[in-house]
């Protein structure tokens, strides 16, 4: 599946999975998924699922990691073996390593480390099925997962995936949150993040061919659709804050 480049990625302004070009695919929240974590949540962007889990502020090791004023967050994101359809090679390679390091900074944007200096916050993002977007719906985990784990932030992480889509006469036209396919044989991907309270962004990375205009078209659709994104995060942090506190 996926293996042959798409006659189109959009048709009748509809995408393959019937989406049309501003709409996320169906979105779930989990919290608490891993009881014996500080803080967990799960994410699912239709086929694409991803636990986060984080444990701290603990003891850091190995000591010379320690920073004296602040946390350090840690983030390891890894795909399990199942979770693509030919075997990932287990382990990190340079993907997961990349991906890991940019994951780490976008959440000490949010993190209020200075309250924890010494310590270590660790998150472990674990991709279960991946359906392209996993960085983003990561990230999204993680940020719920550090909430969970009741660590203080200056605000919620809200990521998700956009690009450039081609029609069946081979015009671009930009998308938001891609699947597979889109992802594979796009025009081009961006993996976006931002902190809307702050209004900041905290993770940015293109790959492909994409001018400024159609650049600024999608993140008018991806800040657009981070809104509601933020809205559901909210509303699982609430529901799992009222299912603990009875
Ligand atoms: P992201 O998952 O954040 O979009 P990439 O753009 O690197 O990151 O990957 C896009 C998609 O390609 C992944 O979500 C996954 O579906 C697939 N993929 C990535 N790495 C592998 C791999 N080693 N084997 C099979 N599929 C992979």
Redesign the pocket.
Known sequence: MGDEKPKFLIKGGKRLDGRKPEDVRPIQIKMGVVPNADGSAEVIFGK?RVIATVYGPRELHPRHQVINERARVRVRYD?MTFS???R??PGPGR?ETE?SKVLAEALTRVVITEKYPTRAIDVFVTVVQ???????AGLNAASLALADAGIPMRDLVVSL?FGKSYDEKGQGHMVVD?E?EE??WGMG?I?YAVAPALGEVLLLQM?GDVTLEEFKKGKTMADKAALEIYEMQKRALKARYEEGSK
């Open positions: 694409t795909m693509v359809e030919d990932k090679r993907r991906i991946a359906d392209a977007s996993t960085r983003v995936s891609l597979k992802d594979n991907d993996a790959d």
